[in-house]
């Protein structure tokens, strides 16, 4: 949550921070600022979009070092004095930071009684008076922040620039910070997709770094003083394409791009001679996965829904016990960890805090994690140290899409590879396997003529609530679908396992309620179609969604038909009517579709 952008080195920083903070708009967008170096401080600051803090800058400001930031705000309300960068009493320093200081009111109460005046209502302003009283004492700038970060508890990727130093000051802990390196110019990045256009030379802090950042030259070191070889790793072929191009949105795209999503995916990865699938990176032998006792798989949001379809998955293919958690209540659960069974930490940003949070969880009681990850690199990537990618490509829209489906095809691809390895026989593996590569061109068929999806939006776009159903392997995908149109629509929903209705939702159902049933052609429809019976004997409206040609699109009020493959892939079809739908119905009630309020693309606090 929230974004940093720095630059030091001969051109203007200013167009350098502008365009840094509209490509990290998706992590933050309650406010933003830019402080730049031009014998002073410079210091701009403004709640709204980035658009709004550009209304509000002079034709011109001029200098050639400066830091910004764009806020999701946790401590103190959407106000221009809480955005960042904040400034010393003497506006000689200033620092944007991401992450939360724990220990901030009891700071703030000592710098308080200590005459400081403080002008925000944030956690982060006291870091940047204590960093100002360590430079007065005589301390140098790197010295100042180090012993400052002593005295504070919780999560920080700070950046300070200093009026009288000619270099950037930046400190990781449990927010993540990318030094761009350029010639006789570097960058500092929240994440690496402001980068991606200026340089592809980067240098990754970890946890406990600090980075003395200079036009020409980068100099890591530990929090206890010790230095670092600032190792530069490259960019290559990370990313996608990250512009909008035609689209009037990011959601809208990233929906599209779900067919060539899933193809990076699934390249390389099937085995269609042996039936298998092959996750290299995962690093689990047959053998190996043989001895599994069960499997335990950990997201938030989306990516919990993408571990409950695959939880069904695995645990059908390869008959391994498998369950899928909550990452914000396993960690806090004091989970019971078996050493040989095998975790994975599913994530699209590699940096929510809760999943991470679960991660350290399990090692520290000496389990392993594997990542399930779309970005590379990221926090929780390198904390598991292997796993997989889902090679999504670059997801900005807050609502996750593509995502979604590239980490069901991920987890697909892991329950063919472990059940091959158990249970699974060569001709059921090769069936799936073949179902598996068909995916991708079905995804794009049914995206060409997606359905009465104009129907539905006005149908739920007024509605109290919309209750979402399905059964088995559909009731994540309900569920998915639930979340979508309540993020970026407003719309309460509820999802339930079909099968649940009846015993409370349906009392919220009264003459033309909204119900959107998932019911693909399984061995569950049947019971399904006694759900949709008991809805419309309530007088609900069913929003069906089904295989192409089944005879139970005679059910619905509104039909939507999706291709037919595996009942073991069909959330990967069943969930993009519900894509569009969240997306329609945000559009035709006005919001902002890719920054819905009050949320952030990745969750960096607990
Ligand atoms: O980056 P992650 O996949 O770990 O993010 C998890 C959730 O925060 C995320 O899926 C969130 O629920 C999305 N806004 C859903 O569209």
């Known amino acids: 949550m929230c974004g940093i952008i720095g630059y030091i080195g001969e051109q203007q920083a200013l167009p350098f921070l502008l365009d840094g903070l509209r490509r990290l708009e998706y992590r933050g967008y309650d406010s933003s600022g830019v402080a730049v170096k031009n014998g002073g401080i410079t210091v701009h600051k403004k709640t709204g979009k980035v658009a709004d803090l550009e209304a509000k800058l002079p034709a011109s400001v001029e200098g050639t070092c400066g830091i910004a930031h764009t806020r999701w705000a946790t401590h103190g309300g959407v106000t221009d004095e809480n955005a960042h960068p ?52 005589g301390a140098k700038p790197l010295t100042a922040v180090r012993r400052t970060l002593k005295r504070a508890r919780g999560t920080w990727g700070i950046c300070v620039v200093f009026e009288d130093h000619e270099k950037i000051i930046c400190a990781r802990n449990g927010s993540p910070l990318v030094i761009g390196v350029g010639s006789g110019e570097n960058w500092i990045a929240s994440d690496t997709l402001p980068l991606q256009t200026l340089t592809q030379q980067v240098v990754r802090l970890d946890d406990g770094d600090l980075a003395e950042v200079s036009a020409d030259g980068i ?29 009037p949105h990011f959601m809208l795209k990233e929906i599209h791009e779900q067919p060539e ?44 829904n993408a571990s409950q379809v695959g939880r069904i998955v695995i645990e059908e293919l390869a008959r391994v016990p498998t369950l899928a958690h909550v990452s914000s209540e396993f960690r ?59 090679h999504s490509g670059p997801e900005q829209s807050v609502a996750s899409t593509k ?9 697909s691809l892991f329950g063919i590879q472990i059940g091959r390895a158990r249970t699974l026989s060569r001709e059921k593996g090769k069936k799936l396997v073949k179902s598996l590569q068909k995916i991708p061109k079905l995804v794009g068929d049914y995206l060409e003529a997606p359905g009465p999806i104009e129907e539905v939006v006005d149908l739920v776009k007024d509605a109290k609530s919309v209750l979402f159903l399905g059964r088995g ?73 089904h295989e192409e040609g089944d005879p139970i699109a005679e059910e619905a009020d509104i039909s939507i038909p999706v291709p037919a493959t595996d009942p073991m892939f069909t959330p990967m079809l069943t969930v993009l009517p519900l894509q569009l739908i969240a997306y329609q119905t945000a559009l035709a009630l006005g919001c902002d579709v890719d920054r819905p309020r009050n949320l952030a693309k990745s969750v960096t606090v607990e």
Not at 94 to 121: D, P, W, Y
Not at 271 to 293: E, F, S, V
Not at 403 to 411: I, R
Request: a neutral charge; hydrophobic letters at 40%.
């Open 332 to 390: 806090h659960n004091n989970p019971v960890i078996e050493t040989n069974a095998l975790h994975f930490a599913v994530s699209q940003s590699g940096e929510t805090a809760d999943t991470l949070a679960a991660v350290k969880e399990i090692q520290l009681k000496g389990g392993e994690v594997r990542g399930v990850i779309n970005v590379v690199g990221s926090t929780i990537a390198r904390q598991c140290g292997r796993g997989c990618y889902i």
């Open 261 to 304: 999503a899933l193809r990076q995916c699934l390249t390389g990865r099937l085995d269609i001679k042996n039936g298998n699938a092959r996750l290299g990176g995962i690093g689990l032998t047959a053998k190996q996965l043989q001895k599994i006792p069960h499997v335990r798989l950990l997201g938030c949001g989306t990516a919990l």
């Open 473 to 545: 392997i559909s009731a994540p995908v309900a569920r998915e679908g639930a979340l979508k149109l309540m993020e970026i629509a407003y719309i309460p929903c509820l999802a339930y396992p079909a099968g649940e209705m009846k015993h409370g939702p349906i009392a919220l159902l009264e003459e033309g309620s909204p119900v959107v049933v998932i019911a693909p052609n399984d061995s569950l429809k049947d019971k399904t179609v006694s759900s949709i019976q008991e809805c419309r004997a309530r007088g609900a409206k069913i929003i069906l969604i």
């Open 219 to 247: 100099k890591t070191s530990r929090f206890d003083g010790r230095t670092t070889d600032s190792e530069v790793t490259s960019l290559d072929g990370e990313w996608g394409e990250a512009e909008l191009g035609d689209f």
């Open 86 to 137: 904040h400034c010393s009493a003497d506006g000689k320093i200033a620092l944007v930071h991401n992450g939360i200081i724990e220990n901030a009111r009891n700071l703030r109460n000592r710098l308080e009684n200590e005459g400081v005046k403080l002008r925000s209502e944030t956690d982060s302003e006291v870091l940047v008076h204590l960093i100002h009283r360590e430079i007065s004492n």
């Open 403 to 411: 995502a979604f489906s590239n980490m069901v095809a991920a987890l």
